[in-house]
């Protein structure tokens, strides 16, 4: 009966309701987003390095996990590496941002082509000049470039698409490493250098001769490199403290929505409550009755909320597939589903307790 | 009479209105007996609905006593007079009273269900439905009812319990001539048929006709 005098209620004032559950459900919606992008977009992080189909990452001093700044490792230092035993190749790649979310690589496309079996072309072909451009589809999507087209907004440069090539190996965007480094004033330097090793079994071998050569370096087998691209490593766990901010102000929102929301419903059934109480209804019983009411709203809200993560998964696939990937996470759908009825069973415990303690008369004489 | 049902004595109420003192009641003794069908009357402000709140369980007495089936009511805790309200007290209002989001049906399930009792009413209840004619009317929500039939609603909903008393403040005061007749032929059914002990407020001469008995009342105190 509390249910059915609950669901009642809600039903009463369907866009207070309505209005109340999609308020809670966007910081469940916000939260979903911001731990599907970062998720998202590690793991394409991960995939594109597992793409360069190496065995080993060489990466400069000091470097974070996620980005590298400049080109600080001599060119020649990847011939070196290349001659060294149980090494099959080692591929020298220099990176440079072009949007905040977007990186250009440049790229020996031969070398890259043994490493790796080489890309899967969509449309076009492999470089033909050193203006030449290949892009990834996503890049071509967000973009509408196709083979054959001129671009001139990556630093500000004339590129001629020369290919698009299936997605998931090393950037949206790749060209020949000579024509980069010109470009980026970074001649005879590199960012950091791909390895593969003679046979799976050389990797710890190989692992330890470069660690002994240059141990100044950050060098990770691929697998390690990939298993470190994790919320909670990236920037020193700055990404997982600003997680959990966007948490905390979620409970507020929460909190605060149904604050408002059952205040009012509180006020507007003021006479009902006072004919709850005339029939005998305890503190408790008004107290559960709004507290459920909110539950439901919480509940309601958490799986809009969810909804609206699927939509905007949608929306950014539709509208920027090169910039952002959000993964979906339903491990953290408890979480927020928790985080939202912190926040509004919060918010109810006001409104109820002085709904439990109406005064009956004055409740029933409420106009 | 033998043992009343309600014994009242010495009964005060003082409300604090800003920084003044009102005197509601001054002083009321009353004894109503079981199975009495018994009308309240006097003009606004004599204490005729403190009265009532205090019988109810609504609100404490300031003084006196008022005893309840041999229960002394007047020092009861809020819990008490909630558990009162749940079990020996029904309440017929003026205004209805009805839970606008619950049909009829559900009305008087709700006091059941306060009260821990199962949905379904004992087969007493169901002649009281019957005299009440409005089995008809129970899938219905309060708005689409006539006053009185929500009236008739709110009886069934405060006998469904079967209280000791049936406070009515004001039953027909918002129903018009037929409605008012047939809301009191009922109540005067349920006293005689189900021996149901009624306390009746009311402005109007021709409803305190109904009763066995009238009292008045006066400055806070019963004056005949």
């Known amino acids: 009966m509390t249910v059915k005098l609950v669901i009642e209620n809600l039903k009463h004032k369907p866009m207070r309701s309505l209005l109340s559950m999609f308020l809670i459900a966007v910081p469940v919606t916000l939260i979903l987003c911001l731990v599907g992008l970062s998720r998202g977009m590690l793991a394409d992080s991960a995939r594109r390095a597992r793409g360069s189909g190496a065995d080993i990452i060489v990466r400069p001093p000091g470097s974070s996990l996620l980005t590298l700044s400049g080109a600080p490792i001599p060119e020649k230092m990847v011939d070196f590496l290349g001659r060294q035993p149980h090494v099959a190749q080692a591929l020298g790649m220099i990176t440079h941002p072009v949007t905040s979310a977007t990186f250009v690589m440049g790229i020996d496309l031969n070398t890259f082509n043994g490493m790796s079996g080489g890309f899967k072309y969509l449309e076009g072909g492999p470089f033909q000049d050193p203006n030449d451009l290949i892009v990834d589809e996503y890049y071509a999507r967000q973009n509408k470039l196709h083979a054959g087209r001129y671009v001139t907004d990556i630093l500000n440069h004339r590129w001629r698409v020369a290919g698009v090539v299936e997605g998931g190996k090393l950037s949206h965007l790749i060209v020949p490493i000579r024509t980069l480094q010109d470009l980026a004033g970074y001649t005879g330097k590199i960012s950091l250098i791909y390895v593969k090793a003679d046979k799976a079994g050389d990797i710890p071998v190989v692992m330890a001769e470069l660690k002994a050569l240059l141990p100044e370096y950050n060098i990770y087998t691929m697998e390690e490199f990939t298993s470190l691209l994790t919320v909670e490593n990236v920037q020193g766990g700055a990404l997982s403290t600003f997680i959990n901010v966007m948490v905390g102000i979620g409970v507020v929102i929460g909190f605060a929505v149904v604050l408002l929301s059952m205040y009012m419903a509180v006020l507007q059934r003021t006479r009902e409550i006072g004919i709850l109480k005339a029939l005998g209804a305890s503190r408790w019983f008004i107290l559960k009755v709004i507290l459920a009411e909110a539950v439901i709203m919480g509940l309601g809200g958490t799986i809009v909320g969810i909804g609206l993560s699927f939509a905007a998964r949608a929306l950014i696939l539709a509208l920027y597939p090169a910039s952002l990937t959000q993964a979906i996470t339903p491990d953290w759908w408890p979480i927020a589903g928790a985080i939202s009825l912190v926040g509004v069973l919060l918010g109810a415990l006001y409104p109820g307790l002085s709904a439990a303690a109406q005064d009956p008369i004055e409740a029933l004489a409420y106009e | ?224």
């Open chain 2, 1 to 224: 009479m033998s043992d009343p049902l309600i014994e009242i004595r010495g009964l005060r109420k003082v409300y604090r209105v800003g920084k003044v003192d009102v005197a509601a009641l001054r002083g009321v003794d009353l004894d109503v007996a079981a199975g009495e069908f018994l009308a309240i009357v006097g003009p606004s402000g004599s204490g005729k609905s403190t009265l009532f709140h205090i019988i109810g369980g609504l609100t404490p007495a300031t003084e006196g006593s008022v005893r309840i089936g041999g229960q002394d009511i007047s020092s009861l805790s809020d819990a008490g007079r909630t558990q009162l309200r749940r079990d020996k007290v029904g309440f017929v209002f003026q205004k209805f009273n009805l839970l606008p989001n619950l049909t009829a049906a559900d009305n008087i399930a709700i006091a059941r269900y306060i009260a821990g009792r199962d949905r379904n009413a004992d087969p007493g209840f169901a002649e009281a439905l019957k005299l009440l004619g409005i089995s008809e009317r129970l899938d219905h929500k309060p708005a689409a009812l006539s006053g009185g039939e929500q009236q008739r609603v709110a009886l069934a909903r405060a006998i469904v319990n079967h209280p000791a008393i049936l406070l009515a403040d004001e039953p027909t005061g918002n129903l018009d001539s037929e409605n008012t007749v047939a809301v009191l032929d009922v109540m005067r059914d349920l006293n005689r048929r189900l021996g149901q002990t009624i306390l009746m407020i009311t402005h109007n001469p021709e409803a305190a006709a109904f009763a066995h008995r009238t009292v008045r009342m006066r400055d806070g105190r019963i004056v005949g």
